[in-house]
């Protein structure tokens, strides 16, 4: 998401709105104000919280939030450059650039808000801090607060800001951790290592991706089913855990063992 941000910081901030949507009926969360409220105003720039990337207009009085979940896309498309027909959500600048929001799924799941600065702080209140830098004391309270599996408590958005499931199971193998450690048990070593893997896998994800590297480039664990292990060239398993699919290394996270399933459907039957 921090790539994203410094991406579209200056070019969303270059010209007012001319034309605010259209947006799909799923995307777009909020009616009052409406879109069309952004027309003639222009954005600051881009900020970011957690996995929420917000655009504050100038005069201060609206925010516009968005969320881009997993399968959001969001573009920014000079003057006559092509954008696909009909996306989730499209504002068009003066001069004619535009910011793009597609999401390539069935169930649309990114969202877009459009806030008064109150509303945002608010909407924003619960999530935790930011992941990156958040250093090994932070950490280390927030990992024995509550006994919690690694790899759910590092998504917790109230918990730690900023973390998703890719970067969960890169971040998990980088601390050779078991996803599903208990957050409570970890010592001292274990809670330093976590918090080193936080800053070095988000840096590295952040350099690969202002460099433009896809999802397969950047990702060494996530999604790498039965690919050698960087670090030790045991194939990567993977296990079914609530909703999610985690990756992991059986040698440098386990110990060898193989994690079982927990899917939340098999735990509700
Ligand atoms: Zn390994």
């Known amino acids: ?57 100038e005069d201060g009085e609206l925010v516009l939030l968005v969320h881009l979940m997993t399968a959001g896309r969001l573009k920014y498309v000079p003057t006559g450059g092509s954008s696909p027909k009909s996306p989730a959500f499209r504002l068009e600048f003066d001069g004619g650039s535009r910011l793009i929001l597609t999401e390539n799924a069935r169930k649309k799941r990114a969202g877009v808000w459009l806030l008064t600065p109150q509303a945002a702080e608010a909407e924003l209140a619960h999530l935790g801090p930011e992941a990156l830098g958040l250093g090994p004391e932070r950490l280390g309270e927030i990992v024995h607060g509550e006994s919690r599996r690694l790899h759910a408590l590092l998504r917790d958005q109230r918990l730690i800001a900023g973390i998703g499931r890719a970067w969960a199971n890169e971040i998990l193998h980088a601390a050779k951790l078991s996803p599903y450690a208990l957050s409570a048990d970890l010592d001292d070593d274990e809670v330093e290592r976590l918090a080193a893997a936080i800053d070095t896998e988000l840096e590295r994800g952040l350099e690969l991706r202002e460099r433009g590297a896809s999802d397969e480039k950047t990702y060494r664990v996530h999604r790498r089913l039965g690919e050698p292990c960087h670090v030790c060239g045991t ?7 609530e909703e999610h699919t985690i990756f992991y290394c059986p040698t440098c996270q386990t110990g060898g063992r193989v994690l079982k399933d927990r899917r939340l459907s098999r735990l509700l039957r």
């Open 1 to 57: 998401m921090e790539a994203w941000r410094r991406q579209l910081d200056e070019p969303v901030a270059a010209f007012a709105v001319a034309k605010a949507g259209p947006a799909h009926i799923a995307t777009l969360k909020t009616f009052d104000p409406p879109l069309t409220a952004l027309e003639g105003r222009q954005f600051r720039g881009v900020d970011r919280r957690g996995k929420r990337l917000l655009f504050p207009t």
């Open 235 to 241: 194939p990567i398993a993977q296990v079914d855990f």
